[in-house]
């Protein structure tokens, strides 16, 4: 089993930055990608971003594209969502998930194991 962990979401101003966090734990842990994703009140969770675990390869939501950035630190099994120019309909819950084998990194079909969410509330 895997677990993951967020942290970082809290109360922002528009126009501000904000990172987040997730950490890989449990058994072996050897995700080939993994992603963030988030969901609004009253809407569908969807795709943010997502990054594979090995090389750069990178993928994002045209909503977000040129504002947020996905990373990874292979050594900590932990995966960072850069957020910048925090727009107020960027508020939602964020979760990050992993795959256990790659598939799609923008769908939430394409990953196995999911976070517990961290808010993110960015105010005008």
């Known amino acids: 089993q895997v677990q993951l962990v967020e942290s970082g979401g809290r109360l922002m101003q528009a126009g501000g930055s904000l990172r987040l966090s997730c950490t890989a734990s449990?058994?072996?842990?050897?995700?080939?990608?993994m992603g963030w994703f988030r969901q609004a009140p009253g809407k569908e969770r969807e795709f943010v971003a997502g990054i594979r675990w090995r090389g750069n390869n990178t993928y994002y939501a045209d909503s977000v594209k040129g504002r947020f950035t996905i990373s990874r630190d292979n050594t900590k099994n932990t995966v960072y969502l850069q957020m910048n120019s925090l727009k107020p309909e960027d508020t939602a819950v964020y979760y990050c998930a992993a795959a256990t084998y790659y598939r799609n990194p923008t769908s939430g079909a394409g990953y196995d194991y999911w976070g517990q969410g961290t808010q993110v509330t960015v105010s005008s």
């Open positions: 449990g058994r072996t842990f050897s995700s080939p990608a």
